[in-house]
């Protein structure tokens, strides 16, 4: 494959094309004919993976839990671990999404310092193996740096950015779960913004599916440069704590001058992780290809922060019994720098 351009950019219009979102129509255009053949499509099956972080009554991270501990349960069936990692060291891939919009304006020097030091504490501990791609969106989304482990062309790249009108929020989500999903080991979002979406194509539900389907979790800082509520975006607020509940982050609000503690927050529990995994059995399935997930811990004054599902099998649309469905996303690979 050759070496993907320094630059990527998507005008919000241009979204469906530059997406990937043809590899999932081809996929379904494969997938309806193989029915019509044979009543039962052959799946593969494959190794559900969840992190989780783990809080006391204080709020504090737990990380010494062992896999006795934890119960997981697939569309309401209990399964078996499989896979334990307590302060899991698995690499990380992390999508860094800046919001460059108008809005951002005077503030936005401020938050690039704080990326910054947030990347050189990241890269200083941990494992080599951490990557970080670079995405800024306004009225589009650029991609400025495929993932990599090198500060020098991050920072050059951010000392560049500069605020324009338009919030393309769930486009720049959307796009990145994509360049996401071929990654190996853990794959966060950190989207660092001011407030909700006005420019994008795509909606809500499209941004946390794709998040979904490349079991990424978003930890969105949300930037309040105000200490009250005149002239919040509260309906983004809202949006972005139920994109964090869903995916198994959390969302921070720090103001601008307590950016650094916020990305502190971050690294502290990407390091207190637990990394669990499940091959599913004996689940009750539906039409509906997403099963919901429940993780559970058997101390009763424990907080178990995960994502709430992911996509698998379900039956298919012809009814017949046994006939079922496996969604596999489409994997790319990109040339790493």
């Avoid at 009763?300 to 596999?328: E, F, K, Q």
């Amino acid at each position: 494959m050759p070496p993907l351009p320094a630059k990527r950019k998507w005008l919000c219009r241009a979204v469906v094309i530059c997406s990937g979102l043809t590899g999932w129509v081809l996929a379904a255009s494969w997938v309806a004919p193989l029915a019509a053949q044979n009543e039962v499509i052959r799946v593969d099956v494959n190794l559900v993976r969840v992190l989780a972080t783990v809080k006391n009554p204080a709020g504090e991270l737990v990380g010494s839990l062992e896999k006795s501990d934890f119960q997981i349960f697939d569309n309401g069936v209990r399964q078996e671990i499989s896979v334990f990692e307590r302060q899991t060291d698995q690499p990380l891939s992390i999508a860094l999404l800046v919001d460059t919009s108008g809005s951002t304006g005077i503030e936005l020097r401020y938050e690039l310092d704080s990326v910054s030091r947030f990347l050189k504490a990241l890269f200083s501990s941990g494992n080599p193996d951490d990557k970080v791609a670079l995405y800024s969106f306004n009225y589009q989304v650029t991609l400025h740096n495929y993932f990599t482990h090198n500060h020098g062309p991050l920072e050059r790249s951010l000392k560049t950015l500069r605020s324009e009108a338009g919030t393309s929020l769930y486009d720049a989500i959307y796009l990145a779960a994509h360049d996401l999903e071929s990654r190996e080991g853990r794959k966060i979002m950190v989207v660092v913004t001011d407030g909700g979406d006005t420019t994008s194509s795509k909606d809500f539900h499209s941004a946390v599916r794709a998040a979904q389907y490349a079991d990424s979790v978003i930890y969105p800082v949300l930037v309040v440069p105000i200490k009250n509520d005149a002239g919040r975006n509260i309906g983004g607020e809202n949006a972005l704590t139920t994109l964090a509940a869903w995916t198994g982050g959390r969302v921070f609000a720090p103001t601008i001058r307590s950016l650094d503690d916020a990305f502190a927050a971050i690294i502290k529990e990407l390091r207190t992780q637990y990394l669990l995994g499940f091959y599913p059995k004996n689940v009750p399935l539906s039409r509906d290809p997403f099963h919901r997930l429940e993780l559970r811990v058997q101390r009763a004054d424990l907080r178990v922060v995960t994502r709430n599902g992911y996509y698998g099998d379900a039956i298919s649309d012809s009814g017949s019994p046994g006939a079922r469905t496996s969604i596999a996303p489409q994997r790319k690979g990109h040339q790493e720098k």
